[in-house]
């Protein structure tokens, strides 16, 4: 009874911005780093923004360095992205997932995928 569910997608303006709930049941997330992970149409799933358990490392892409924040409440077992100054390129499904190793320069070995939410960004 492992899940992971994605909230908070929507349709934004260019400039705008937009908070995503990654929020897990079945466990504690506590104990879990965690990433934020996108696909546009037609491109690759990428790592955009992830933390470790304790929120003491953060990883960003660079695309979306300066414009996103990831942070954590773990008794509410929930994980947030903040995303501003959104840009038409940040359109995609973000989906979260606990994963492996969580550093400045690198996130890898995504595990318990949600299901995503849409994030559109157009005017």
């Known amino acids: 009874q492992v899940q992971l569910v994605e909230s908070g997608g929507g349709l934004v303006q260019p400039g705008g911005s937009l908070k995503l709930s990654c929020e897990a049941s079945?466990?504690?997330?506590?104990?879990?780093?965690v990433g934020w992970f996108r696909q546009a149409p037609g491109k690759e799933r990428e790592g955009v923004s992830c933390?470790?358990?304790?929120?003491?490392?953060?990883f960003f892409a660079e695309s979306v360095k300066g414009r996103f924040t990831i942070s954590r409440d773990n008794a509410k077992n929930t994980v947030y992205l903040q995303m501003s100054n959104l840009e038409p390129e940040d359109t995609a499904v973000y989906y979260c997932?606990?994963?492996?190793?969580?550093?400045?320069?690198?996130?890898?070995?995504?595990?318990?995928w949600g299901k995503g939410t849409l994030v559109t960004v157009s005017s």
């Open positions: 079945g466990f504690s997330l506590n104990a879990f780093q």
């Open positions: 933390i470790s358990a304790s929120g003491s490392r953060t």
């Open positions: 997932a606990t994963v492996l190793l969580v550093t400045t320069t690198q996130c890898v070995g995504p595990k318990s």
